[in-house]
């Protein structure tokens, strides 16, 4: 199976701030079939970006996705104080679907 | 809208059996397969497996086989984790998620998750 490890583990910021997160995957994702969600305290997950760099229905424009293969990125460009949340990549692109262990975002 | 609303926490002693539903809503149901993922406090999300609400067969994610079982009733639009053997390391939440089917060429993620059923084991 598809091995996702996200860094950093925690990322402490303030809001304004640009925040980018890591998702390196142990082996290519092909067609990019690579998310990231957005998990607040005491939510379910919420879809932001699917297929590497596509942005889910609602999610605000300073949420973006890169990267190919094996290295993506979401980048949140100027934080707001709901963005403080944990963020997990998934990659959908082979059986088992797999998500990485997560990176929290918090203030600083 | 789209909704997954999932049945309340429930509290159970080792070795009893929970069963958790998911009603699906705003979509048409056999559209969408329905994947169940785990959460234990604190932790990561893992992927149990996922059910086709067409024809109601199940796939399991290592680790999930045997105590177990997905289900359906599509007249109501509800899937169903029945979870036997309740152990302490079984405490968690539990959430269904709904993905459209793979096509031709394309193939989807979830987009949409039900709200969580926290499931405590304890004596």
């Known amino acids: 199976e598809i091995v996702l490890t996200q860094s950093p583990g925690t990322l402490s910021l303030s809001p304004g701030e640009r925040a980018t997160l890591s998702c390196r995957a142990s082996q290519y994702v092909s067609s990019d079939y690579l998310a990231w969600f957005q998990q607040r305290p005491g939510q379910a997950p919420r879809l932001l970006i699917s297929g590497a760099s596509s942005r889910a229905t609602g999610i605000p424009d300073r949420f973006s996705g890169s990267g190919s293969g094996t290295d993506f990125t979401l980048t949140v460009s100027r934080l707001e104080p709901e963005d403080f949340a944990v963020y997990y990549c998934q990659q959908y692109a082979s059986s088992p679907t797999t998500f990485g262990q997560g990176t929290k975002l918090e203030i600083k | 809208q789209v909704q997954l609303v999932q049945s309340g926490s429930e509290l159970k002693k080792p070795g009893a059996s929970v069963k958790v539903s998911c009603k699906a809503s705003?979509?048409?149901?056999?559209?969408?397969?329905l994947n169940w993922v785990r959460q234990v406090p604190g932790q990561g999300l893992e992927w149990m497996g996922w059910?086709?609400?067409?024809?109601?067969?199940?796939t399991y994610a290592q680790g999930f086989t045997g105590r177990f079982v997905f289900s359906l009733d599509p007249s109501v639009s509800t899937a169903y984790l029945q979870i036997s053997s309740l152990r302490a390391e079984d405490t968690a939440v539990y959430y269904c998620?709904?993905?459209?089917?793979?096509?031709?060429?394309?193939?989807?993620?979830?987009?949409?998750w039900g709200q969580g059923t926290l499931v405590t084991v304890s004596s």
């Open positions: 059910i086709n609400t067409n024809n109601g067969n199940p």
């Open positions: 705003g979509y048409t149901f056999r559209n969408y397969l």
């Open positions: 998620a709904r993905e459209l089917y793979c096509d031709n060429d394309k193939c989807y993620t979830i987009d949409n």
